[in-house]
């Protein structure tokens, strides 16, 4: 039977990209459920994977994002059912303050193309994991990490950039699946965000910048891997 992959998306711009583009080659079924079009989701039991993408709302926005709620529980039931979680960006904080972690905004956002480093663990786990990456991020929120999970990724301004828990759930706070179309698309929607920070870069640095997504999407693949031969 193939596997059933399920997308949370929250926002147009912001897909699963290379995350669909692993899915297919291993057969799976992809389906999604599209919160901005006021679509809902599934029955958790007519999914095995469930991939939550990112947005630039932020998790407790109930008011202007009702679907919110309805997102929160099916990720919740998800989680109870020990289906592989992946989380991306707001998707990885929805996962967090479901496992009961506070969520809250970090002192500097990050934007663009720049450096994090893998934690021991998660090269024990993914042993072809370099010590560094240069990887693509847009995010101003953070999250403690929740108990009983593992920290896998940091970088200078954001202890927990990622976590496994219980070889079922993976999030990133970083977005390893961008392609070179997703990131000249969150600029535009995403501008405003572009002022001058230490840990911003220009617009133009980063679409031209094409050096990292066959690193980015490596490292993807690596995870997808792990994540998938876990029983």
Not at 9 to 31: C, K, L
Not at 76 to 84: F, G, M, P, Q, V
Not at 95 to 124: C, F, M, T
Request: hydrophobic share 40%.
């Amino acid at each position: 039977m193939r596997k059933r992959l399920h997308i949370f998306q929250h926002v147009p711009f912001e897909n699963a990209e290379h995350i669909a583009v692993w899915a297919e080659r291993q057969g799976f079924t992809i389906s999604v459920t599209r919160w901005f079009a006021g679509e809902h989701a599934p029955s958790v039991d007519d999914i095995d994977w469930l991939v939550i993408m990112g947005g630039p709302m932020n998790i407790y926005e109930h008011r202007v994002y009702p679907w919110l709620i309805e997102e929160k529980g099916f990720i919740s039931e998800a989680i109870r059912l020990k289906k592989k979680v992946i989380g991306v960006c707001l998707g990885a904080q929805l996962i967090a303050d479901r496992l009961g972690a506070r969520v809250y905004q970090n002192l500097h956002k990050e934007i663009g193309w720049l450096p994090l480093q893998w934690s021991p663990l998660a090269i024990a786990k993914v042993p072809h994991l370099p010590k560094n990456s240069v990887v693509f991020h847009w995010h101003g929120d953070t999250f403690d990490l929740p108990a009983g999970s593992e920290r896998i990724a940091s970088t200078a301004v954001c202890l927990n950039q990622g976590f496994s828990y219980h070889n079922h759930i993976l999030a990133f706070q970083f977005h390893i699946e961008s392609s070179p179309g997703s990131v000249r698309t969150i600029c535009q929607h995403c501008r405003d965000e572009l002022v001058p920070g230490k840990y911003i870069q220009p617009e133009n640095d980063m679409v031209t910048d094409q050096s990292h997504f066959a690193a980015n999407h490596e490292l993807l693949e690596y995870w997808l891997a792990w994540l998938l031969a876990q029983k």
